[in-house]
């Protein structure tokens, strides 16, 4: 028997389903520069935002295990469109352009902020956003624009903090904490704030886990 209080990524079910449905093919499917573009299909959709360069493609490509799906790089401003990817037939893993700075002119910078903004807002397919945040610097000004709008918006979303290998524990858990209280006064928040290192392969199977009970539910 499950106690109630159990997240759905501390239950083995979901971390199994995590594991199966991300072991299944992800394909590209298609980049849009304009909300007309985007696909038509009425998948459940994730969708993975935060400031520029914090580790949005490199986690697609850690959940996949598939290096090169999402094209990530040093330079912040990497992802330019909104990048769909079909996971197993079933759903899209949707990765966004870095929100913010970026080493893009101002213009397009603007531009992408603007397709990102009507992006999360407008998405019925939608079910969580997943915010990623550096955690050698916790939340930013810019996470908190994001987290009003998706408040407004009634968009479940969730914090994922990143590059946790290049932090120490307890600095870690100061900042998971600081994060996790702050979350607290914003309402469309899910109130648990997983940590992932790429690098490490830290964090992946909770990530999955939380999708499939999102495809479950
Ligand atoms: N050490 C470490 N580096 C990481 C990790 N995740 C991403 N990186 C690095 O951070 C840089 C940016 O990664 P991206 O995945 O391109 O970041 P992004 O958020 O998609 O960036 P934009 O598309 O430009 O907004 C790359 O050099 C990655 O190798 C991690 O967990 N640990
Ligand atoms: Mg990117």
Redesign the pocket.
């Known amino acids: 028997m499950i106690p109630e209080t159990t997240w759905p990524h501390e239950q083995p079910l979901f971390l199994e389903e995590g594991m199966v449905l991300f072991r299944k093919p992800c394909e590209f499917v298609k980049s849009c520069v304009a909300l007309a573009h985007l696909p038509e299909s009425d998948f459940m959709e994730v969708a993975f935002v935060?400031?520029?360069?914090?580790?949005?493609?490199?986690?697609i490509?850690a959940l996949t295990n598939q290096q090169g799906l999402?094209?990530?790089?040093?330079?912040?401003?990497?992802?330019q469109e909104i990048n769909f990817f079909n996971l197993g037939e079933q759903m899209h893993l949707v990765?966004l352009?870095?929100y913010g700075y970026?080493s893009a002119p101002k213009k397009k910078v603007l531009t992408w902020q603007a397709l990102i903004r009507a992006y999360l807002r407008g998405r019925p397919q939608l079910r969580r956003v997943f915010v990623?945040v550096d955690s050698r610097h916790g939340l930013k000004t810019l996470d908190l624009d994001i987290f009003r709008l998706l408040d407004e918006a009634a968009v479940s979303y969730q914090v994922i903090l990143?590059?946790?290998?290049?932090i120490s524990a307890p600095f870690l858990e100061k900042v998971r904490l600081d994060t996790t209280q702050r979350l607290e006064r914003f309402i469309a928040a899910y109130p648990v704030v997983h940590d992932?290192?790429?690098?490490?392969k830290k964090g992946m199977e909770a990530v999955r886990a939380e999708i499939a009970f999102l495809l479950k539910n």
């Open positions: 935060g400031r520029s360069n914090v580790g949005k493609s490199s986690l490509n999402a094209r990530a790089s040093n330079t912040p401003g990497r992802t990765d352009p870095g970026a990623l990143t590059k946790t290998d290049k992932t290192s790429v690098l490490k």
